[in-house]
Every structure is written in C-alpha cells, then in structure tokens.
T-cell receptor, first 114, second 113 residues
Framework: GENVEQHPSTLSVQEGDSAVIKCTYS??????FPWYKQELGKGPQLIID?????GEKKDQRIAVTLNKTAKHFSLHITETQPEDSAVYFC?????????????FGQGTILTVHP | SAVISQKPSRDICQRGTSLTIQCQVD?????MFWYRQQPGQSLTLIAT?????????ESGFVIDKFPISRPNLTFSTLTVSNMSPEDSSIYLC??????????FGSGTRLTVV
C-alpha cells in the first residue's frame, strides 16, 4: 500500500520567514495530494491540494509543488504569522484498487515566533 | 465543501464499556471514512463505509471491535467496543466532497479510564 513520509517533524521559524515541509510517497498511482492544518482540539482543515496533472498551485501565502517523477511534494508558507502555528499533515490519495483512501504523513509541528 | 457534525466531541469512559460516535453530513455522500488519531500521532484509517454494504476495514482493525453503521447517505456511526486505555484517541469521520477533496469532522476525543 501507499506510504507517505513527512519531514521535518518540528519546524520553528520567526514571524515573516518562510516555512517548507516536504513529503514523499511510494505509490506512483496516487493522484491527489492535500495538505491539512490541525489546531489543538480541532479536526484537520484542508489548506491546499494538488492533483497529479499539475506541478504547482498557489493560494495567497501558501503554495504546493509536486514532482511526480521523484514522488515528492512540498508545502511552502511565506510571510509566516503566529496564527500559522499548528500541526500540518500531508496526505496522498491512492489510485487503483485502493481508490479513495488517504494515507497521511507523520505530521509537522510548526511554531512561528513573534 | 461538506459540513460534518460529529458527536460527542469528547467523552471519558470506563474500560470494558462501549461508545458510539455519530457523524452527520449536510449532503449525500457515497463514501464515509473513519480515522483514529492516537495522542501526538498522525491519522490512521480504520474503515471505509459505503451506504448499503458492510464497511471495509484496514489491516489491524476488525468489525467486532469497531462496528460501523451506514443507514443512509448522510449518516454513519462508529462504535468503539469493550474499551481499554489503549483506545484513548481522537476519532474522526471524513467524507469526499463533490469537488474531490476530503472534509473532516471536528473529532471525538475519547479517554478510557
């Protein structure tokens, strides 16, 4: 089945700096890659996603890049703010017989210092 | 995207008892997913629930421990049976939106004592 590796496990930045979180996946049939933000006591919230026919997608301060050949994708947050502090999860949606299932990375605890 | 109401939001239960978690969606969806998030960990899929058929369980999860109901296209329940402290986790339901994304409920924080 699919395996998703996420790095780093913790990331500490100063307000205004950029943050980058990277994920690799194993199943070349995976075709959808969402990123979720989870704040304490809440469920994961989708912040951006990308499909396998696109290499990059941007939404204001957040961008995601996908390299299908290398099977990795990254989340980029620019001009970080303290309210960006949370746990971030990447995921991959399986294709083939496992269609529809999301496999999650281990999570990254992002701390933005004022 | 879909709006999910998940209940209860939290509970403290005695070992050996069972808890049923409800998930209500504001639109009809084909597949509903149940996840477990152990303390400080990532999300692990428990099972996929399709309306009108038995749920499909992932490796390491069995129906006797986590029975699931899916009576219609907007509702599902997950029961955590014969609980032990190791079952203390956040349980989350999720649906696939019409746009192809996945929305999560706010979760049920379960503590077993």
């Amino acid at each position: 089945g699919e395996n998703v590796e996420q790095h780093p496990s913790t990331l500490s930045v100063q307000e205004g700096d950029s943050a980058v979180i990277k994920c690799t996946y194993s199943d070349s049939a995976s075709n959808y890659f969402p990123w979720y933000k989870q704040e304490l006591g809440k469920g994961p919230q989708l912040i951006i996603d990308i499909r396998s026919n696109v290499g990059e997608k941007k939404d204001q301060r957040i961008a995601v890049t996908l390299n299908k050949t290398a099977k990795h994708f990254s989340l980029h947050i620019t001009e970080t703010q303290p309210e960006d502090s949370a746990v971030y999860f990447c995921a991959a949606k399986a294709g083939g017989t496992s269609y529809g299932k999301l496999t999650f990375g281990q999570g990254t605890i992002l701390t933005v210092h004022p | 995207s879909a709006v999910i109401s998940q209940k209860p939001s939290r509970d403290i239960c005695q070992r050996g008892t069972s808890l049923t978690i409800q998930c209500q969606v504001d639109s009809q969806v084909t597949m509903m997913f149940w996840y477990r998030q152990q303390p400080g960990q990532s999300l692990t899929l428990i099972a996929t629930a399709n309306q009108g058929s038995e749920a499909t369980y992932e490796s390491g999860f069995v129906i006797d421990k986590f029975p699931i109901s899916r009576p219609n296209l907007t509702f599902s329940t997950l029961t955590v049976s014969n609980m032990s402290p190791e079952d203390s986790s956040i349980y989350l339901c999720s649906v696939e939106d019409q746009g192809g994304g996945y929305t999560f409920g706010s979760g049920t924080r379960l503590t077993v004592v």
